[in-house]
T-cell receptor, first 110, second 114 residues
Framework: GQNIDQPTEMTATEGAIVQINCTYQTSGFNGLFWYQQHAGEAPTFLSYNVLDGLEEKGRFSSFLSRSKGYSYLLLKELQMKDSASYLCAVREAGFQKLVFGTGTRLLVSP | ETGVTQTPRHLVMGMTNKKSLKCEQHLGHNAMYWYKQSAKKPLELMFV???????ENNSVPSRFSPECPNSSHLFLHLHTLQPEDSALYLC?????????????FGPGTRLTVL
């Protein structure tokens, strides 16, 4: 079956570093995506991993271990505007189907 | 307009009404998607169109009827909905076999069924 797990909610302080974990069990694997979604807005693409390792993009980095079915999104130098939900999604092999987790709501406080 | 647009942004309808949601993508993509997002649930894929042909239908009730007249436009026709259909309906598009095939989302239509 398909299962993607991520924490429901996390809190952090402005300027700090936070790591949001995602574990997955899917039928086939063809890449993992992270999206950011502010309340009432569209999910926006953050990162993509298909090979093991770390992908860095400014303040955001994403890591993947395919053998462990595990990924994390690392946010550095947190800003208030980073308060949002972060969605982990796995693309199954074959077609374009993305399977999403329930999302992690991140609250950044001053 | 840029990216993916959706109209209306908000919709309130009765169970006997018929309405349509519209999505338009300005990215030159060849695949379009409808998702449903309910509170505390993952995004649920409803329909996928690739090159204007429906390639995925995730056991969606027949009261939801998609239409893709061309690669830039996607509709979701609604009729005799139930209150549990109230949710945020998101449209997305991607370029198949175009690198990472990343899906780009529209802002969504917030649907309330009374």
């Amino acid at each position: 079956g398909q299962n993607i797990d991520q924490p429901t909610e996390m809190t952090a302080t402005e300027g700090a570093i936070v790591q949001i974990n995602c574990t997955y069990q899917t039928s086939g694997f063809n890449g993992l995506f992270w999206y950011q979604q502010h309340a009432g807005e569209a999910p926006t693409f953050l990162s993509y991993n298909v090979l093991d390792g770390l992908e860095e993009k400014g303040r955001f980095s994403s890591f993947l271990s395919r053998s462990k079915g595990y990924s994390y999104l690392l946010l550095k130098e947190l800003q208030m505007k980073d308060s949002a939900s972060y969605l982990c999604a796995v693309r199954e092999a074959g077609f374009q189907k993305l399977v999403f987790g329930t999302g992690t709501r991140l609250l950044v406080s001053p | 307009e840029t990216g993916v647009t959706q109209t209306p942004r908000h919709l309130v309808m009765g169970m006997t009404n018929k309405k349509s949601l519209k999505c338009e993508q300005h990215l030159g993509h060849n695949a379009m998607y409808w998702y449903k997002q309910s509170a505390k649930k993952p995004l649920e894929l409803m329909f996928v169109y690739s090159l204007e042909e429906r390639v995925e239908n995730n056991s969606v009730p027949s009261r939801f009827s998609p239409e893709c007249p061309n690669s830039s436009h996607l509709f979701l026709h609604l009729h005799t909905l139930q209150p549990e259909d109230s949710a945020l309906y998101l449209c997305a598009s991607s370029q198949e076999r175009g690198g990472t095939d990343t899906q780009y989302f529209g802002p969504g239509t917030r649907l309330t069924v009374l």
